[in-house]
Antibody, heavy 117, light 108 residues
Framework: QVHLVESGGGVVQPGRSLRLSCAAS????????MHWARQAPGKGLEWVAI????????YYADSVKGRFTISRDDSKNAMYLQMNSLRTEDTAVYYCARDQSGRFDPWGQGTLVTVSS | EIVMTQSPATLSVSPGERATLSCRASQSVNNKLAWYQQKPGQAPRLLISDASTRATGIPARFSGSGSGTEFTLTISSLQSEDFAIYYC??????????FGQGTKVEIK
């Protein structure tokens, strides 16, 4: 059974950094691109970044470009999101999701990031 | 960037009734349109892809239609577990992958 588990969320001050992890199981991780998406409290879904399988272009949403870095370690079936220069507007539940030719399926349960002084 | 607009924002429906949700794209996405269901405190779940193909395990009461810029998600007979927020998402022109703002289906 395909399973994604995010970790690493927490409370952080503006301007600081945080690193999120996504642990994958139940499928051949290296074969799939992976997304990060987020959802601010009471708001809708926003795509954040994608890392393809086997090379290819990494893409970021304009709102995080230059501050966030997505990476993966296929030997550990894991994906990461390094978030620097965090802003209050980055407060959200962060989800990882497997890319299925542009669809997001499945999603992890999410990890909450709160940026507050 | 393709902007996705959903209507209505909130839909009040009685159990057993039909619910019809709309999604409009700012430009054609062909049939590259997905629908997701999100219940409170849970992650989104894929319901429909390619505008009309149900995902594995999704009940037949959920159906999708449309192409180009206009799409519809229909729930033929609402069950208690269907009260949730529904999002559409385009994957025709990326990046970015874009979502609608959601339609909340609530109990009337």
């Amino acid at each position: 059974q395909v399973h994604l588990v995010e970790s690493g969320g927490g409370v952080v001050q503006p301007g600081r950094s945080l690193r999120l992890s996504c642990a994958a199981s139940g499928f051949t991780f290296s074969f799939y691109g992976m997304h990060w998406a987020r959802q601010a409290p009471g708001k809708g879904l926003e795509w954040v970044a994608i890392i393809p399988s086997n090379g290819g272009s990494i893409y970021y949403a304009d709102s995080v470009k230059g501050r966030f870095t997505i990476s993966r370690d296929d030997s550990k079936n894991a994906m990461y999101l390094q978030m620097n220069s965090l802003r209050t507007e980055d407060t959200a539940v962060y989800y990882c999701a497997r890319d299925q030719s542009g669809r997001f399926d499945p999603w992890g349960q999410g990890t909450l990031v709160t940026v507050s002084s | 960037e393709i902007v996705m607009t959903q209507s209505p924002a909130t839909l009040s429906v009685s159990p057993g009734e039909r619910a019809t949700l709309s999604c409009r794209a700012s430009q054609s996405v062909n049939n590259k349109l997905a629908w997701y269901q999100q219940k409170p405190g849970q992650a989104p779940r894929l319901l429909i892809s390619d505008a009309s193909t149900r995902a594995t395990g999704i009940p037949a009461r959920f159906s999708g239609s449309g192409s180009g810029t206009e799409f519809t998600l229909t729930i033929s007979s609402l069950q208690s577990e269907d009260f949730a927020i529904y999002y559409c998402q385009q994957y025709h022109n990326w990046p970015p992958w874009t979502f609608g703002q959601g339609t909340k289906v609530e109990i009337k």
